[in-house]
């Protein structure tokens, strides 16, 4: 099986986000090396969410994604905010 994956620049994401909430994230996020994360785009999301993750998913969703890979290489999403880090 071959499935699209939605690439995104970690800047599409807080720091908080990435380097706090990721890690515990009750869906299967996985740290990609030293940079960045695989994000599984789930059905059953929590009621505390944070907004820029929520952003991301929804473009995932609306592209008809599963995956989200973040890496700080990639390029920002013109339909998303980017953060300073």
């Given at each position: 099986m071959i499935e699209r994956m939605l690439v995104l620049s970690t800047a599409n994401?807080?720091?908080e986000t990435c380097n706090v909430y990721l890690r515990t994230a009750p869906f299967a996020a996985f740290e990609k090396?030293?940079?960045g994360?695989?994000?599984h785009v789930a059905t059953d999301?929590?009621?505390a969410l944070p907004a820029d993750l929520a952003d991301c998913f929804e473009v995932a969703r609306r592209d008809g994604v599963e995956w989200i890979m973040l890496d700080r290489d990639a390029q920002?999403?013109?339909?998303?905010?980017a953060y300073e880090w």
């Open positions: 994401l807080t720091p090396g030293d940079y994360w695989f994000v999301l929590p009621d920002e999403h013109p339909d998303l905010p």
